[in-house]
């Protein structure tokens, strides 16, 4: 029955990455340990849709991210009456409806994470990504959220990246009410444009953010020195705690900067630094605002993982006082950039999940004790893939190894041997307490 | 700092599901119990985004399902170059696509699983989900696949299913070559009207279902006869193997339905049924036929599990022969049905995947001792949140019971307690060995 076929050739769509199962494996095994950590500090888990209302995702007012809207390909009168649906650019706006909208159903302190896909419809050619994983956690309070927790969301993400063998990781810690505290003594009430500049330090050097300070944030030659000389500490609790507070707000950036600091001492000596310069583009952060460095992968450049704190977050959805503090992972950048510039660290491997292959015995007799064995392993936690037609034991075994199957399982006349693909040996084993080197 | 605020207060976007973190625990368990039997069978996981060109949702022709769009929403001249992009409305055309493009790069057989959310424009006053997800396997091959793969995975699936506390469960097969080869005998080449009508039996009963064959599938009052005898016949391996077929297609059919009844005989009685009412509506099924019904869960109509073999999926894709055969619970669905109709069996608890929470001591000095502990609990992999303020024992514990954590942690003047919050009993315990539980 020949069959004229009409074949269409699909084309990679830029910025919707997907990997190849191998690659998949090593993503799951992240996504297991973030979550494993995560939970480890009691952090429920919530999904959102994809979608929000359009009015939703800009009730803040204008988004500097570019929004994918949804529509059903063939509209009709009914899609006019429905809400404008949009794809969501981040996870934060997101959970703050999802806190509003079931307010009464939560028990406070609010610890949520959440690691879904989000969109974001830049332009291909800038080599962004569109469609993307994020990885958050935040904590979410009524009126009043203690400090402890800024120490606790830093803790949790120093321990997932550490997991993740991506070299040292350095998160730089700061608080912005250090700052704002300064240019409030001096009478400042937009310190918007200050912290624009001072946030840009890394990226255009110190000349272009003194130009910045003096001709777009007005401040004095002698203003733009004593920021200068403020935002240039980098430190231990000690240090921060140094600092000469010029008023209320300014005092209590230093101690919240320096407790947060003082709760982290478990941490390895590289692992946290209190560091001026990290303000963080975003307006709405409060507080604490956190930046992370890997210190051992200088292919990947920026924060990898980023939050702070919020004075309320949700309060353009409800009417309450909510504060929140909350860090970030752009998951599949990481993921990308270590895949494409270190599978040294990376450590593709297997394009199977199994342990085990099980080989089709050659005596049709010992076919059921193969299948039976395979499901007593499996009740056992151990991975079997049975091998699917009765062939030749070298097409069997090309087979596993073509797969990276570490393990092949072999049954002849009722005994059971296993080979260790990598070390090319082979054993008789007893099938009832044989485990796989991990 | 009094501030005006302007509140949007966000809607419910139908069909759009979202589940409380109590809920979502749940959702989780069932998510980790199915990608452990996938996984314990080799099935690879790939995830594919969430788009596709739309030119690639439509090569096989018009779809029947409602595609959503997505689009910019400031557009500008550059959008008109891209290809039109469209969310996926399942995981198969998906598969063929990455099938086709990942071509040299996977080992066949492919068997892969797939747990990702799919998107149909449905009307949202059918009651229809948007937005859910579904939990595939399929195996593909190149030209040839073997029949033991069509029982595989039906296992599998009987496994998944039967983990998930559902009640009994039966998987109901068929192969659609026998139906094909007695019309085929009878000199028919169309038979979708045949196994359409066939395929309504359950829900409009065997009257209409004869008129549709006479008037709409043309067949004589004695084929409709013979076609109605053969399709009541439901039973075992034995059962089918005793139908007398009529041609080579037939004998086909017979000689597979039975080998995969054969293989499923490890199963419980109830487990797996040969049901030759089975079609499916779906015509581009060539062989093995799946649907599964929950005996014990009345609430739940239709099919919760289905699927089957074809000839040929990737084909629209690239110039290759790819049977396949797979099988795909629709897992929302399922959810919210057992989650809205039967908290007996679904068992919604905790607001908090913590075992533990640790309390903050009422003596300052004893605070160290109880970060210490909760680190080295976790070390443990016992999840430990940590109560967030020195507050009375009594509103900690208060908390630690909202939230439905099983245990809670003393510490004073350096002695461990743990209160078991169900039993409400408090003992001394040893932190370097104490577990929960389970």
Redesign the interface.
């Known amino acids: 029955m020949s069959q004229e ?9 830029a910025g ?6 191998e690659e ?2 090593v993503e ?1 095994k992240w996504f297991d340990h973030i979550r494993k950590v995560f ?18 995702l800009t ?1 803040k007012g204008e988004v500097d991210k ?9 509209k009709d009168e ?1 899609d006019k009456k ?2 404008r ?3 969501h650019f981040d996870q934060t706006v997101p959970m703050a ?2 806190v ?3 307010f009464n ?3 406070f ?1 609010f ?2 994470y959440q690691m879904q ?1 989000v ?1 974001r ?1 830049e ?2 050619q800038m080599g962004r990504m569109r ?1 993307f994983y994020q990885c958050d956690i935040d904590i979410i309070n009524v009126d009043n959220l ?1 400090i ?2 800024d120490a ?1 969301v830093a803790a949790v993400m120093y321990e997932v990246l550490e997991g993740l063998n991506i070299g040292r990781v350095q998160l730089r810690i700061n608080n912005r009410k250090i700052l704002m505290g300064l240019l409030e003594s001096w009478g400042f009430e937009d310190y918007v444009p200050v912290t624009r500049a001072v946030d840009k330090f890394e990226k255009i050097g110190k000349d272009a953010v003194v130009k910045l300070l003096v001709d777009e944030a007005k401040l004095t030659t002698e203003q733009v020195d004593k920021v200068l000389s403020l935002v240039s500490i980098k430190g231990t609790a000690e240090d921060i705690r140094a600092i000469v507070p010029a008023n209320e707000t300014m005092k209590q950036g230093v101690e919240e900067l320096s407790f947060v600091l003082e709760n982290l001492k ?1 941490l390895p000596a590289h692992a946290v630094v209190g560091d001026l310069t990290i303000v963080r583009g975003l307006d709405y952060y409060t507080g604490t605002v956190y930046e992370t460095q890997l210190l051992d992968v200088p292919e990947f450049t920026g924060s990898v993982c980023s939050g702070g704190r919020y004075d309320d977050l949700a ?5 309450k006082h909510l504060p929140g503090v909350g860090i970030s992972i752009g998951f599949s950048r990481l993921f990308d950039v270590m895949r494409q510039t270190r599978p040294d660290l990376l450590k593709i491997g297997p ?4 342990h085990v ?1 099980m080989t089709v015995p050659e005596n049709e007799s010992d076919r059921p004790l193969a ?2 064995t395979a ?1 007593a392993l ?1 009740k056992r ?6 091998y ?2 009765p062939k030749k034991m070298g097409d069997q075994l090309k ?1 596993a190894s ?2 990276l ?1 570490p393990y092949v399982w072999l049954i002849r006349d009722g005994k059971h041997e296993v080979k260790d693909m990598t070390a090319q040996t082979q054993n008789t084993v007893d099938p009832g307490t044989w485990t796989p080197k991990s």
Chains 1, 2 share one sequence.
């Not at 394009?351 to 199994?354: E, I, L, N, Y």
């Not at 936690?381 to 049975?386: A, H, L, Q, R, Y």
């Open positions: 076929k009409r074949i269409y050739k699909p084309n990679k769509i919707f990455p997907e990997w190849l199962p998949r494996l799951q939970e480890s500090y009691g952090f429920c888990n919530i999904e959102t849709p994809s979608v929000e209302e359009l009015d939703v009730a570019e929004i994918y809207v949804i529509e059903r390909l063939h009914n429905e809400a649906l949009a794809l409806r999802y509003a909208m079931n159903n939560l028990v302190p610890k949520r896909r969109w419809g332009r291909p469609e203690p402890s927790f606790e478990h309060g353009s959805y409800i009417n394009k199977s999940p199994a292959m299948y039976n499901r499996r936690d151990i991975k079997v893939e049975m699917h037609a087979y073509r797969k199957i």
